[in-house]
């Protein structure tokens, strides 16, 4: 089985498209056996690049942990790039059906191959029942959080996937090995969540760190930089336009109007390509 490694700020995943072969039998084990560090390929998680009647191409993704998310922004990015580069949809704008519908990405071309990608990544869910939290508020706005000991101001918010954002005074401090799968796993977020620590530079910047339901610590995360940015809005932090640091990289989010889509700009890279043994 073909596959391809890309990245989108260092936030990598195992590619594989089944345009030309057929779909891997039972995806959530191969994502997590291909996504371990020491005996696998190594990768946050694996997602597949599938044939779709609505779009240009259907996108799958699965953590590292074999559970599989509704969305994903850096890999919906490398999608883009994969489908133009490999001359599936040779287009400047492209469209992916993903867990969160159809989405539309336009490509920047140097030399014959994507380099940025924006994204319309569709309205944020707000409501609790739908994010889904038992935390009070729709959506939860610094709402109370108990953990180990500890209360936290955290805002949920949906990118079709689930989120909770603290905003702290150094995002570098917070001890996300620790709190992060508490977190994660806490009663209040039934489907889990992805967590995000921020430090607000001022009102256009901000700096963050992610750890991610079914993968733990990664070096970016695309639904959960463009949640920063809502909660950002929600919150009174932050304006509707931000640069977001991330670990392995930057990102411009942009939510133009409260009942409209989040847009998000950012790279997306191919590093290489291998055969796995079996499906
Ligand atoms: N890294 C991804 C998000 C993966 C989210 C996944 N961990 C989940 O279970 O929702 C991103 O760039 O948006």
Redesign the pocket.
């Given at each position: 089985m073909k596959f391809t490694k890309m990245h989108?700020?260092g936030?990598d995943?195992v590619y594989i498209e089944t345009f030309h072969q057929p779909e891997p039998s039972d995806p959530s084990l191969l994502a997590r056996t291909i996504s371990d560090r020491h005996f696998g390929v190594g990768s946050?998680?694996l997602i597949l690049i599938m044939p779709s009647r609505q779009a240009d191409a259907r996108m799958r993704?699965f953590?590292a942990d074999g559970?599989?998310?509704?969305?994903?922004?850096?890999?919906?990015r490398c999608v883009a790039k994969y489908l133009h580069d490999h001359g599936i949809a040779r287009k400047e704008r492209v469209t992916v059906e993903t867990g969160r519908g159809v989405l539309s990405l336009d490509l920047k071309i140097d030399q014959g191959e994507a380099k940025l990608v924006r994204v319309d990544m569709g309205t944020p869910i707000l409501r609790a029942a739908e994010i889904p939290t038992l935390l009070p508020g729709d959506p939860p706005i610094d709402a109370p959080l108990q953990v180990d000991g500890q209360t936290f101001a955290v805002t949920a918010v949906s990118?079709?996937?689930?989120?909770a954002i603290i905003f702290v005074e150094d995002s570098a401090a917070f001890p996300l090995e620790r709190l992060g799968p508490l977190i994660e796993n806490h009663p209040m977020f039934p489907r889990?969540?992805?967590l995000h620590v921020v430090d607000v530079f001022g009102p256009e910047e901000v700096r963050m760190r992610?750890w991610?339901?079914?993968?733990g610590i990664?070096l970016?995360?695309?639904?959960?930089?463009?949640a920063v940015c809502v909660a950002g809005v929600l919150t009174g932090r932050t304006s509707r336009r931000i640069l977001a640091h991330l670990p392995g990289g930057d990102l411009q989010l942009e939510w133009p109007e409260p009942s409209e889509s989040v847009f998000m700009t950012g790279p997306a890279t191919e590093v290489f390509s291998g055969e796995w043994p079996a499906g």
């Open positions: 989108g700020l936030n995943y946050d998680g993704m953590n559970s599989e998310g509704e969305m994903c922004g850096n890999g919906v990118m079709g996937n689930p989120h889990r969540v992805n992610t991610e339901r079914g993968s990664t970016a995360c695309g639904t959960g930089a463009c």
